[in-house]
T-cell receptor, first 110, second 116 residues
Framework: GQQLNQSPQSMFIQEGEDVSMNCTSSSIFNTWLWYKQEPGEGPVLLIA?????ELTSNGRLTAQFGITRKDSFLNISASIPSDVGIYFC??????????FGKGTRLHILP | NAGVTQTPKFRVLKTGQSMTLLCAQD?????MYWYRQDPGMGLRLIHY???????AKGEVPDGYNVSRLKKQNFLLGLESAAPSQTSVYFC???????????????FGPGTRLTVT
C-alpha cells in the first residue's frame, strides 16, 4: 500500500541551528500535512499544503509541497529547546484516509 | 474551548477484560477518528465516523468496536482485551469534506492502555 517515508529518523542539533527534514512517497499526494508531537501529548497540526509547489510558513517553520507531488519538506529556522519532539508528515491515500509517516525525532543539544 | 478530550488517560487491563474509551469534542466537527500509536509504527487508523450515527473501518479495526450516538462523542470499545492491544490511543476530529478542511485533524491528549 501507499507509504510515507520520513528522513532522517532522528536528528541531534545544536540550539540555534536550522533544521531540514523531508517526507517522500512512491505515489502522488494531493495534500501534505505536518504535525508535531511532544512527549505525552497528541499530535498538533503545524502546516497544511494543498497545491504543488506551495510554500507555507508558520512562524519559524516553513513547509513546501514538492513539484512532483511525491514529496514535502519541513524547515525550522534558528531552533530553540521547545522545538524538541517528533515531526510527522501525513496525507490522504487513495482511499481518502489520512496516513502518517513514522516521524522524525528532533533532539536539541544545549 | 477544550478541543478534543479523552478519558481515561491511563488504564491497565487484564487479558479478556473489556473497556470503553471516551472521546469528546466541542468544535462541532463532523468527522471523528480513533488511532493507535505504537513505537516505530506511527499512527494507524482504527475506525472513523463521518457523522452522528455512522461508523466505518480503518486500517486496523479488528478487536475494536465504535459508536457515535452523539455528534460530539466517539466511543472506542475493546470487548476482550489482548496484550497486542497495548498501545497509546488517540482520538481526533475534523471538519467535513464539504467544509474543505477534512484532512486537518485535531487530536486529543491520548489514552495509554496496557493489557497484561
Amino acid at each position: 500500500g501507499q507509504q510515507l517515508n520520513q528522513s532522517p529518523q532522528s536528528m541531534f542539533i545544536q540550539e540555534g541551528e536550522d533544521v531540514s527534514m523531508n517526507c517522500t512517497s512512491s505515489s502522488i499526494f494531493n495534500t501534505w500535512l505536518w504535525y508535531k508531537q511532544e512527549p505525552g501529548e497528541g499530535p498538533v497540526l503545524l502546516i497544511a499544503l494543498y497545491k504543488a509547489g506551495e510554500l507555507t510558513s508558520n512562524g519559524r517553520l516553513t513547509a513546501q509541497f514538492g513539484i512532483t507531488r511525491k514529496d514535502s519538506f519541513l524547515n525550522i529556522s534558528a531552533s530553540i529547546p521547545s522545538d524538541v519532539g517528533i515531526y510527522f508528515c501525513a496525507g490522504p491515500n487513495r482511499d481518502d484516509k489520512i496516513i502518517f509517516g513514522k516521524g522524525t525525532r528532533l533532539h536539541i543539544l544545549p | 474551548n477544550a478541543g478534543v478530550t479523552q478519558t481515561p488517560k491511563f488504564r491497565v487491563l487484564k487479558t479478556g477484560q473489556s473497556m470503553t474509551l471516551l472521546c469528546a469534542q466541542d468544535m462541532n466537527h463532523e468527522y471523528m477518528y480513533w488511532y493507535r500509536q505504537d513505537p516505530g509504527m506511527g499512527l494507524r487508523l482504527i475506525h472513523y465516523s463521518v457523522g452522528e450515527g455512522t461508523t466505518a473501518k480503518g486500517e486496523v479495526p479488528d478487536g475494536y468496536n465504535v459508536s457515535r450516538l452523539k455528534k460530539q462523542n466517539f466511543l472506542l470499545g475493546l470487548e476482550s482485551a489482548a496484550p497486542s492491544q497495548t498501545s497509546v490511543y488517540f482520538c481526533a476530529s475534523s471538519y467535513s469534506r464539504l467544509a474543505g478542511r477534512a484532512y486537518e485533524q485535531y487530536f486529543g491528549p491520548g489514552t495509554r492502555l496496557t493489557v497484561t
